[in-house]
């Protein structure tokens, strides 16, 4: 039987074990941190327990994919709802909108709110699933950097309607062109944060995303985010795959132009196969400097970053809301929640050109206690608070998170008619530095590389070594990109590229 490590317990790294122990491979994961999935972990605090990275959970599918492929029931390992309400939506002026998930209810808000008629709403998503539908083959399911992909029919079909699809105006443009109606227009530019982008330079195709939320669905994990992490942690110890947690990899070992296994405290874990969920900036910097690195790649513009504080909050608070209201002050907030800033234009010159905060960012609260209330003690709530932020370029983060924590207290206190800060009751906080630290990605970017450019997709990294044989890549900072559907694409690119392990069923032994 072959052997392959992989480097990191992300959630690619959680997923490629998969696919390679499925293809009957002996899989080691060694992981630098104490628990696997990364970005995609948890923590408990004083009661309260918090996802700590992602919260939004698309195309579930993916991950039911993983335990169909062991032949596994998904049910028996893991269980999701999907969401009839995806995000409440609040503007400065005290409009609010529903942002339901199925197209035409969400096209039947908009028109009471906005007086938008429906047809604008269903024409657009009707245009992102085509956009998605005729991208999908070249830019996320398979390898850009094969030959073989460019000789598919439906990448041939993809290259000749880039210009039909928006690669050469901006998300914003697109927008602009397609919805008109100002509120509409910073709602839906709003996408391009999911891949930690800039809507006035991410190219329209990005028009895509919200057909993966409103067509394919968004959804919540039942037990919260971690609940991804924890089942498919699960599914591959029971295929075998063994985790070495604590274990950080020094070196990835390259003989005679091939992975020969990876370095750990000084010592050598051979391998047939080396996959690394490593941010790339690190595989080369780091796992193998005497490697010629890939420098334009290694230095494109990285993606925003985050601050984001957990509180604990109390409904309550020390001013009280009348017991009457279940939820206090808070009824109107759902599992997802934007507060829109006034200038949307002017919040990404702050993030993308000028490297800071702003003081009126949007704010994003996710708040899982609404669909499991065990996450929180005694009726309260526990608040994810996320504003969007540049990566790190040596910033004075202490005083930008102190100065938004203000900021974002000030702008939910007003919208919300509350006094925030006398409702929590624990905190604390992730910043782009926690972020490098934590997960080793560079700058503590979210999603590796920013796409603010058209050519973006092929600035990203190939998920297998040119110079180096058995050597693969996958995760948020190589193709096809950042966000928990991509990375879990990349682990599925890398198991097609690799041939099944000698002496497994696969191989006809
Ligand atoms: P990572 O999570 O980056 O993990 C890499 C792992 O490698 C880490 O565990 C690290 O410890 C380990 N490692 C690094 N170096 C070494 C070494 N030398 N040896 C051993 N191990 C090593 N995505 C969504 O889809 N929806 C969201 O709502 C969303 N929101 C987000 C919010 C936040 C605050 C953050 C931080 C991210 C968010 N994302 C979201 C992005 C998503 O979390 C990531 O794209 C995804 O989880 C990255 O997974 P990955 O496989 O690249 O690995």
Same mark, same amino acid.
């Given at each position: 039987?072959?052997?392959?490590?992989?480097?990191?317990?992300?959630?690619?790294?959680i997923a490629?074990a998969i696919?390679?122990a499925?293809?009957?491979?002996?899989v080691?994961v060694?992981?630098?941190?104490?628990?696997p999935?990364?970005?995609?972990?948890?923590?408990?605090?004083?009661?309260?327990?918090?996802?700590?990275?992602?919260?939004?959970?698309?195309?579930?599918?993916?991950?039911?994919?993983l335990?169909?492929?062991a032949?596994?029931?998904?049910?028996?390992?893991?269980?999701?709802?999907?969401?009839?309400?995806?995000?409440?939506?609040?503007?400065?002026?005290?409009?609010?909108?529903?942002?339901?998930?199925?197209?035409?209810?969400?096209?039947?808000?908009?028109?009471?709110?906005?007086?938008?008629?429906?047809?604008?709403?269903?024409?657009?998503?009707?245009?992102?699933?085509?956009?998605?539908?005729?991208?999908?083959?070249?830019?996320?399911?398979?390898?850009?950097?094969?030959?073989?992909?460019?000789?598919?029919?439906?990448?041939?079909?993809?290259?000749?309607?880039?210009?039909?699809?928006?690669?050469?105006?901006? *998300?914003?443009?697109?927008?602009?062109?397609? *919805?008109?109606?100002?509120?509409?227009?910073?709602?839906?530019?709003?996408?391009?944060?999911?891949?930690?982008?800039?809507?006035?330079?991410?190219?329209?195709?990005?028009?895509?995303?919200?057909?993966?939320?409103?067509?394919?669905?968004?959804?919540?994990?039942?037990?919260?985010?971690?609940?991804?992490?924890?089942?498919l942690v699960k599914l591959s110890k029971d295929l075998g795959v063994?985790y070495?947690?604590?274990?950080?990899?020094?070196?990835?070992?390259?003989?005679?132009?091939?992975?020969?296994?990876?370095?750990?405290?000084?010592?050598?874990?051979?391998?047939?196969?080396?996959?690394?969920?490593?941010?790339?900036?690190?595989?080369?910097?780091?796992?193998?400097?005497?490697?010629?690195?890939?420098?334009?790649?290694?230095?494109?513009?990285?993606?925003?970053?985050?601050?984001?504080?957990?509180?604990?909050?109390?409904?309550?608070?020390?001013?009280?809301?009348?017991?009457?209201?279940?939820?206090?002050?808070?009824?109107?907030?759902?599992?997802?929640?934007?507060?829109?800033?006034?200038?949307?234009?002017?919040?990404?010159?702050?993030?993308?050109?000028?490297?800071?905060?702003?003081?009126?960012?949007?704010?994003?609260?996710?708040?899982?206690?609404?669909?499991?209330?065990?996450?929180?003690?005694?009726?309260?709530?526990?608040?994810?608070?996320?504003?969007?932020?540049?990566?790190?370029?040596?910033?004075?983060?202490?005083?930008?998170?102190?100065?938004?924590?203000?900021?974002?207290?000030?702008?939910?206190?007003?919208?919300?008619?509350?006094?925030?800060?006398?409702?929590?009751?624990?905190?604390?906080?992730?910043?782009?530095?926690?972020?490098?630290?934590?997960?080793?990605?560079?700058?503590?970017?979210?999603?590796?590389?920013?796409?603010?450019?058209?050519?973006?997709?092929?600035?990203?990294?190939?998920?297998?070594?040119?110079?180096?044989?058995?050597?693969?890549?996958?995760?948020?900072?190589?193709?096809?990109?950042?966000?928990?559907?991509?990375?879990?694409?990349?682990?599925?690119?890398?198991?097609?590229?690799?041939?099944?392990?000698?002496?497994?069923?696969?191989?006809?032994?």
């Open positions: 039987m072959h052997k392959a490590v992989v480097i990191g317990a992300g959630i690619a790294g490629v696919r390679l499925v293809k009957g491979y002996q080691e060694f992981e630098a941190n104490s628990y999935g990364g970005k995609l972990s948890t923590f408990e605090q004083d009661g309260f327990r918090f996802d700590a990275g992602p919260s939004l959970f698309t195309m579930p599918h993916l991950v039911d994919d335990f169909k492929l032949d596994r029931d998904p049910a028996d390992y893991f269980r999701y709802r999907p969401l009839t309400n995806v995000c409440n939506y609040f503007f400065p002026d005290g409009i609010e909108i529903h942002g339901k998930g199925n197209p035409k209810d969400f096209a039947a808000e908009v028109k009471t709110k906005l007086g938008v008629p429906e047809k604008v709403i269903l024409d657009y998503f009707n245009r992102s699933e085509m956009k998605y539908r005729k991208t999908k083959g070249v830019f996320l399911e398979r390898s850009l950097h094969k030959f073989g992909t460019y000789l598919k029919k439906d990448t041939i079909i993809g290259i000749f309607n880039l210009y039909r699809l928006g690669l050469f105006h901006s *998300l914003a443009q697109e927008n602009e062109k397609r *919805l008109k109606h100002p509120k509409l227009v910073q709602l839906f530019n709003r996408y391009a944060t999911y891949n930690g982008s800039n809507p006035y330079s991410t190219p329209g195709i990005m028009s895509m995303i919200p057909h993966l939320e409103h067509g394919v669905g968004a959804a919540f994990p039942v037990g919260g985010m971690h609940a991804i992490t924890e089942s063994r070495r947690l604590s274990q950080r990899v020094e070196r990835i070992v390259v003989e005679r132009g091939r992975a020969k296994g990876v370095q750990i405290k000084g010592n050598l874990a051979e391998a047939d196969l080396v996959v690394s969920n490593v941010d790339i900036y690190a595989v080369y910097r780091k796992l193998m400097p005497e490697q010629k690195a890939p420098e334009r790649i290694l230095m494109h513009e990285r993606s925003s970053s985050a601050l984001i504080y957990y509180w604990g909050i109390d409904p309550f608070g020390a001013n009280g809301a009348s017991a009457a209201d279940t939820q206090g002050p808070f009824s109107k907030l759902d599992l997802h929640n934007i507060f829109f800033s006034s200038n949307y234009e002017r919040e990404f010159r702050e993030i993308f050109e000028e490297g800071t905060v702003g003081d009126d960012p949007t704010v994003y609260i996710n708040i899982t206690s609404k669909y499991e209330p065990q996450d929180a003690p005694g009726g309260m709530q526990n608040w994810f608070v996320m504003v969007n932020v540049p990566s790190n370029q040596g910033q004075d983060w202490e005083h930008l998170r102190r100065h938004t924590r203000q900021c974002v207290i000030n702008k939910i206190s007003s919208m919300l008619r509350v006094e925030l800060e006398s409702h929590i009751v624990t905190e604390n906080y992730l910043d782009p530095v926690r972020i490098e630290e934590r997960t080793g990605s560079y700058q503590g970017a979210l999603y590796g590389a920013s796409s603010n450019d058209r050519m973006a997709a092929f600035f990203r990294h190939a998920n297998f070594s040119r110079r180096i044989r058995d050597l693969y890549f996958c995760g948020g900072s190589v193709h096809p990109g950042g966000g928990i559907p991509l990375c879990l694409l990349s682990a599925k690119i890398v198991s097609d590229l690799v041939g099944p392990s000698a002496g497994s069923m696969a191989a006809g032994s």
